[in-house]
T-cell receptor, first 108, second 114 residues
Framework: GQSLEQPSEVTAVEGAIVQINCTYQ??????LSWYQQHDGGAPTFLSY????GLEETGRFSSFLSRSDSYGYLLLQELQMKDSASYFCAPSHGQNFVFGPGTRLSVLP | DTEVTQTPKHLVMGMTNKKSLKCEQHMGHRAMYWYKQKAKKPPELMFVYSYEKLSINESVPSRFSPECPNSSLLNLHLHALQPEDSALYLC?????????????FGSGTRLTVV
């Protein structure tokens, strides 16, 4: 079977740092992806981790611990435009399954 | 061209209608996907095509029928849908199935079944 957990909602202020956690249990795991989706929009690929450790891409970083079946997305210098839903997507077999999503609200 | 184009953007159909959703990409991707997304829920995988062959059908009812005419096009034929099928239908593509480069999603077709 599979299980995926993310916090349902996170709120932070502009300029702050926020961490969105993801715990997963899937079969055939080989990597963890993250996607951003604004209301009414399409999911957009943010990052992918295949190995343990931190991957940095601009203001966004993603971390993976394979032994703990855990990852997180770190968003720095938050901006209003970062208000969106964020999905972790661990691999499951040959595909990726989307977590329940975390709705991030950035306040002025 | 780094886009996945979906048409139509909105569709309202009756339960006895037949309609089709279309998806096109010109990135040379060899895997294409159909996802269904209900409000405030994650995308749910419906079908996967890999090298133009159906690779995965996630137990989707037969009133949904996918078709991949060539490596750039993906269709989803709809027939005798139910109101609970109303959702955002997303098409996505990737270099190949199991890629680590991420999926590129289209903007979706918002379907309402009346």
């Amino acid at each position: 079977g599979q299980s995926l957990e993310q916090p349902s909602e996170v709120t932070a202020v502009e300029g702050a740092i926020v961490q969105i956690n993801c715990t997963y249990q899937t079969s055939g795991f080989y990597g963890l992806s993250w996607y951003q989706q604004h209301d009414g929009g399409a999911p957009t690929f943010l990052s992918y981790n295949a190995l343990d450790g931190l991957e940095e891409t601009g203001r966004f970083s993603s971390f993976l611990s394979r032994s703990d079946s855990y990852g997180y997305l770190l968003l720095q210098e938050l901006q209003m435009k970062d208000s969106a839903s964020y999905f972790c997507a661990p691999s499951h077999g040959q595909n990726f399954v989307f977590g329940p999503g975390t709705r991030l609200s950035v306040l002025p | 061209d780094t886009e996945v184009t979906q048409t139509p953007k909105h569709l309202v159909m009756g339960m006895t209608n037949k309609k089709s959703l279309k998806c096109e990409q010109h990135m040379g991707h060899r895997a294409m996907y159909w996802y269904k997304q209900k409000a405030k829920k994650p995308p749910e995988l419906m079908f996967v095509y890999s090298y133009e062959k159906l690779s995965i059908n996630e137990s989707v009812p037969s009133r949904f029928s996918p078709e991949c005419p060539n490596s750039s096009l993906l269709n989803l034929h709809l027939h005798a849908l139910q109101p609970e099928d109303s959702a955002l239908y997303l098409c996505a593509s990737s270099h190949q199935q199991g890629t680590n480069y991420g999926y590129t999603f289209g903007s979706g077709t918002r379907l309402t079944v009346v």
